[in-house]
């Protein structure tokens, strides 16, 4: 499986941003998918992350009413759209799927495929 990310950029704070990840060469349908971030420095950390069927997501709570997580398994892409931006947010973005099509800790090192990063930057 490839997931490709996008939609990274400068952004001012409070601004919004919408990162996508579209998949390639597996059955999108099946997979949990997760957002991450690591910002220099740091490790990599879940961000927000949907379920095979887009029924059920979670959000860290550094996000939680700011973020948004959605998938269209038509066009195999998961979205991230986030908004109320602030430099805190500022990273690098992974998307990431886990064959089990939901993870009870969206631990990093328990996903399965990773995309290639997209970089994030909230000036303020």
């Known amino acids: 499986v490839q997931l490709q990310a996008s939609g990274g950029g400068p952004v001012q704070a409070g601004g919004s941003l919408r990162l996508s990840c579209t998949a390639s060469?597996?059955?999108?349908?099946?997979?949990?998918m997760g957002w991450f971030r690591q910002g220099p420095g740091k490790g990599r950390t879940i961000v927000a992350a949907?379920?095979?069927?887009?029924?059920?997501?979670y959000y860290a709570d550094s996000v939680k009413g700011r973020f948004t997580v959605s998938r269209d398994n038509a066009e195999n892409t998961v979205y991230l759209q986030m908004n109320s931006l602030n430099p805190e947010d500022s990273a690098v973005y992974y998307c990431?799927?886990?064959?089990?099509?939901?993870?009870?800790?969206?631990?990093?090192?328990?996903?399965?495929?990773w995309g290639e990063g997209t970089q994030v930057t909230v000036s303020s």
């Open positions: 949907i379920s095979w069927n887009g029924v059920t997501t």
């Open positions: 060469g597996g059955t999108f349908s099946y997979y949990g």
């Open positions: 990431a799927a886990v064959r089990t099509g939901y993870s009870s800790t969206w631990s990093a090192r328990l996903m399965n495929y």
